[in-house]
């Protein structure tokens, strides 16, 4: 009897035993939802990569718009300084011009009269002169008065300052007085390019009358065009002179133009934004004056824990990575993917004190996730 009531205690305790042992085990399953582990096989199909991971700075785009422009030398209006009828021009808007280039002729009665004005000062010149030496000589004698002296010398300095002038009207209308007789006196003028460039707008038809004020042509000259672009207040911070950015059109934006900062505007706009010059790396005759550009500006800032972005994987709208806990054991980590930028995702977590040390898995993560959401399955 002794000996059938001993066998009982001992199967009664092996029950007790294995009950508390399957307790266990589902506690700790419980516990350890996010927990998988691999078989050696599983492992080597998986090819699972672990690193530890680092802070770099997070680096973001920021989206800016502008237009083309060219500085103010670069930007030639031109126009006839006295006036007059067009009378011929070939120009036409687009038309590639080379500095001194015939552009344009001019007439008008003015220009002669401006001529005659010149060559009847420059002949009355020689006789006024003459009197100023004779009056001096009298007058250092005492033979003259000082007063028939001093209204010598007052017309002869009034005709040196009448020619002067005389002579500077006729450069700027394009005649040179040094060369001008009674024998060229023209009704026209001709008007050269100023620069090289383009012409990007003509103004005036043949025959039409233009005033001094008049704008005949608009010339470009595209080398020196740069990028202006309108940046809000609040972003002005992240930009420096000297930063680099990508510009590209709205109707070709998988062409890409390297571009700089070179200039950053003082003032801010009653809308809130300021003005940022960019010098382009290369220049395009492509790009045109007055053309809408978009920017992409990188921009550093605060900095953050960088993954392999194949490391982080989404999940019923969560983002995860997973943590080395064992040897061919990996634990699910929730985390907050910031930014990604050249192959890394910047991530943030909970407690960065306890899993910064960790050994993360780089690759093989998706492997990981669909492992345990099929075991989670069976």
Not at 236 to 264: E, F, M, R, T, W
């Amino acid at each position: 009897m002794i000996k059938y009531i001993s066998i009982a205690i001992v199967i009664t305790m092996l029950t007790s035993c294995g009950n508390k042992q399957t307790e266990e085990a589902v506690t700790e399953s419980t516990v350890n939802e996010n927990l998988v582990e691999l078989t050696d096989a599983q492992l080597k199909n998986a090819e699972i990569q672990t690193e530890k991971i680092y802070q770099r700075a997070i680096a973001s785009l920021l989206k800016a718009n502008g237009t083309l422009e060219v500085p103010p030398q670069n930007l030639i209006s031109v126009s006839a300084p006295m006036g007059g009828y067009l009378m011929s021009t070939k120009l036409l808007e687009g038309m590639h011009i080379s500095k001194g280039e015939l552009i344009a002729v001019m007439e008008d009665q003015q220009y002669i009269q401006l001529q005659q004005d010149f060559l009847t000062a420059k002949a009355h010149f020689s006789s006024i002169e003459a009197e100023y030496k004779r009056q001096k000589d009298l007058n250092e004698s005492k033979a003259s008065s000082d007063k028939v002296f001093q209204q010598a010398q007052a017309s002869y300095l009034s005709q040196k300052v009448l020619i002067k002038s005389l002579e500077e009207k006729l450069r700027l209308i394009g005649i040179n007085p040094a060369t001008l007789n009674e024998d060229n006196i023209s009704r026209s003028i001709k008007i050269y390019a100023p620069i090289d460039g383009f012409v990007s707008k003509v103004n005036m038809h043949v025959g039409k009358y233009a005033t001094p004020t008049d704008v005949l042509f608009e010339l470009i000259n595209p080398a020196d065009v740069y990028l202006k672009l309108t940046v809000f207040e609040k972003e002005l911070h992240k930009i420096s002179v000297g930063q680099k950015l990508i510009a590209y059109s709205n109707a070709q934006p998988d062409k890409k133009y390297g571009c700089n900062v070179y200039l950053i505007g003082k003032d801010v706009s009653p809308e809130g934004f300021v003005r940022v010059h960019c010098r382009f790396e290369k220049n395009d005759i492509s790009l045109i004056p007055g053309m809408f550009m978009n920017a992409e500006i990188e921009v550093l800032s605060d900095s953050a824990w960088a993954i392999p972005t194949e490391a982080v994987v989404g999940f019923e709208g969560k983002q995860f990575v997973f943590i080395q806990t064992d040897n061919k054991k990996y634990e699910l980590q929730e985390v907050v993917a910031l930014s990604s930028e050249k192959g890394f995702t910047h991530i943030t977590f909970t407690d960065s004190a306890v899993w910064s040390n960790q050994a993360f898995v780089t690759k093989g993560a998706y492997a990981l996730l669909m492992k345990m959401k099929n075991a989670e399955e069976e």
